[in-house]
């Protein structure tokens, strides 16, 4: 089973403050993606990141696929309360559609 | 508007009776997936469909049965269910892979199920 890690767990910052979400596994993938969740709802895709060192950028967010293509890095540079919600890596393997979820990361942002 | 719809959000039952969660879909993706979502855990696949009458068996499977007689439903019957089941319930579709491209996931609002 493959599994994914996601660090920290829960994440409680300050409006306009950087952070560093992670998403490790021991298992390489062909492409990873990232979700995010709000409550009631379901997860959203936020990006596809599918080579390895690959850097995408969507707005205030920055997405990292590491060299290996066993981890990933989010980064959110000057939080908003809009950034709030549940994130989601995910880890794919090339031609099947079976997806692998990690853990979660928690993040709240306070005004 | 296309989309994918769950139904019921939110259902209580007792152990060992038997519940289906409904999910339809309007972009005729041919693959579906029902997750579970549990905290710790994230989100686990139960079963997914590639197509309609076509089925496999995801991480957590026991306990659980589906069917896809229609490429736009794919119910997931818990047939006596137990308290360990209690959880948000999670469908999703999507196109197939492109070759080794993978496609994304569209997923439902979820149903909330409390097995007492």
């Known amino acids: 089973t493959q599994l994914l890690e996601q660090s920290p767990q829960f994440l409680s910052i300050q409006e306009g403050e950087n952070l560093t979400v992670y998403c490790n596994s021991s298992?390489?993938?062909?492409?990873l993606q990232w979700y995010r969740q709000e409550p009631g709802e379901g997860p959203v895709l936020l990006v596809t990141v599918v080579t390895g060192g690959e850097v995408k950028k969507l707005k205030r967010l920055t997405f990292q696929f590491g060299d290996a293509r066993k981890d990933s890095s989010l980064h959110i540079t000057a939080a908003q309360p809009g950034d709030t919600g549940l994130y989601l890596c995910?880890?794919?393997?090339?031609?099947?559609?079976?997806?692998?979820f990690g853990t979660g990361t928690k993040l709240q942002v306070i005004p | 508007d296309a989309g994918i719809t769950q139904s019921p959000r939110y259902k209580i039952t007792e152990t060992g009776r038997q519940v289906t969660l409904m999910c339809h879909q309007t972009?005729?993706?041919?693959?579906m997936f029902w997750y579970r979502q549990d905290l710790g855990h994230g989100l686990r696949l139960i079963y997914y469909s590639a197509a309609a009458d076509i089925t496999d068996k995801g991480e957590v499977p026991d306990g659980y049965v589906v069917s896809r007689s229609k490429t736009e439903n794919f119910p997931l019957t818990l047939e006596s269910a137990t308290r360990s089941q209690t959880s948000v319930y999670f469908c999703?579709?999507?196109?197939?892979?492109?070759?080794?491209?993978?496609?994304?996931?569209?997923f439902g609002d979820g149903t909330r199920l409390s097995i007492l």
């Open positions: 999703a579709s999507s196109d197939p892979p492109t070759g080794y491209s993978n496609q994304p996931q569209h």
């Open positions: 298992s390489v993938f062909s492409s």
């Open positions: 972009w005729s993706h041919s693959y």
């Open positions: 995910a880890g794919l393997t090339g031609g099947y559609q079976k997806v692998t």
